[in-house]
């Protein structure tokens, strides 16, 4: 206890060790304990968390994030390309400075697993989640067609961390989102007479702000920015 302390959340910050959006003190806790911290850019880490994270796991974890971006540019590329976007509009929101966090979620084991939950409900606000399980004990759900659905732990899953804890469970979410001083909008590649803008307009920081100043629950960020 005494060394996560010396990673701990603050007011003024939610990356390091704890639980994720703890508005008030009667409401109810996800049933997991979380590490979550800014990996990319690296001149936007937190200097009491990266950086002094114990030795070889660091190295392993510097390792892992230079390839969880390699990929995601890659993803990233082809999502812009099915979406005929132009390939430079995608490149610039997330390839130069592209902003990534990642969120380590750990789930004891739960003696009465059918009165809690993992992580509550939510839809991610990022641009890309890759999602690995890293032990095999079953507990991610997607919500489809109105019905949640159990899913089996796969490497590099792209879906939302949810469920019951029938065991103790380690996962690791990595999330891509645009970097910090783009505007978010519809895409102006695509914007024509025919297809007006379908979105608002906002920047990329307030966007932040907004999404984690409260719980939006199962509701998407992109329903509220809709016009």
Known sequence: MSEKKKFWQTS???EG???ASVLNEDQNLDWADIYF???LPTHMRLPHLFPNLPLPFRETLELYTEELKNISNVIIKKMGI???MDEKE???LFEVDGLQTMRIN???PCPVPEK???VTPHSDGGGLTILLQVSEVEGLQIKKDGIWVPVKPLPNAFIINIGDILEERLSIGTFRSPRLDSILGSASSLITKETPPRFKTIKMKEYVERLFAGKLGVRAYIDVLRI
């Open 17 to 19: 060790f704890g639980q």
């Open 37 to 39: 911290m800014t990996t």
């Open 12 to 14: 003024q910050h939610l």
């Open 116 to 118: 809690v939950i993992g």
């Open 82 to 84: 099915d979406l005929n």
């Open 90 to 92: 995608m490149k610039e």
């Open 106 to 108: 750990y789930y004891p």
